[in-house]
């Protein structure tokens, strides 16, 4: 069985997540897309809604899609959020399953700075988005690519994805999706300043947000 892991603090949830991880699951042939809500994510603070709440956000925005999942794994955990963590615990759950992280280009940079980043490496494949503002030619500065480092310059604008092996074995692979340019950063921003997030998230999810007070100026 092929399983995406999607974490994320998804603060909120907005449509930018999940057509990113449909994009995966139809190209990658996923029989699962795991969403994994951060309880309490070690390099984030700051304006940062309750895990609960979060993880009920990520329950409602996937209601309707057989291939999507929550799971409680980090929002029921005590202390830090800790990625490889999450996912020895996935493997004990699915043995003899792979499993395909999928994030962003500009997390995957970041990994050196992440809890254990070479067993983390040795864990998982990739799946590697280019969100708006980044692109793929800016990954050969990361230690964990093996080869591959002089395609990646002619991956950006190129339909279809493309895979190089990591340094671990596993592999990474470089998917474009469709730019949304919408971020969980930007939705805060408009709630905050009382402007309209319609259109940006799912209904209920907006509806959620308001009916709890979230992300206001006063709370």
């Keep these: 069985m092929k399983l995406g892991v999607f974490g994320g603090t998804f603060n909120p949830i907005h449509y930018g997540h999940l057509r990113a991880a449909e994009e ?3 190209a990658l042939s996923l029989d699962r897309v795991l969403f994994v809500p951060a309880g309490n994510p070690p390099l ?3 304006d940062i809604a309750d895990s609960g709440k979060r993880y009920r956000m990520v329950e409602m ?3 309707g899609n ?3 999942e ?7 955990r005590e202390g830090k959020s800790f990625t490889v963590d999450t996912l020895e615990e996935l493997q004990g759950r699915h043995p003899g399953s792979e499993l395909y992280f999928i994030l962003g280009t500009d997390a995957f940079l970041d990994i050196p700075n992440w809890w254990m980043p070479e067993r983390l490496v040795a864990l998982t494949h990739f799946v590697l988005l280019a969100r708006p503002g980044t692109k793929f030619s800016d990954l050969p500065s ?4 093996a080869d591959g480092r002089a395609m990646i310059d002619g991956i950006d604008g190129v339909s279809g994805h493309a895979e ?3 340094t671990s074995g596993k592999k990474a692979v470089f998917l474009p999706v469709t730019p949304l340019a919408v971020s969980s950063t930007e939705i805060r921003r408009r709630l905050r300043t009382g402007l309209s997030v319609k259109y ?6 907006e509806s959620f947000i308001i009916s709890n007070k979230l992300y206001r100026s006063d709370e």
Excluded: H, M
């Excluded at 940006?200 to 999810?205: A, G, I, M």
């Design 44 to 46: 984030k603070s700051g």
């Design 61 to 63: 925005a996937i209601s």
């Design 142 to 145: 990361s230690p964990y690519l």
């Design 164 to 166: 190089v092996l990591l």
């Design 70 to 76: 929550v799971l409680d794994i980090e929002c029921s």
């Design 66 to 68: 057989p291939f999507f």
């Design 24 to 26: 995966a699951r139809e």
């Design 200 to 205: 940006l998230l799912p209904e209920q999810v």
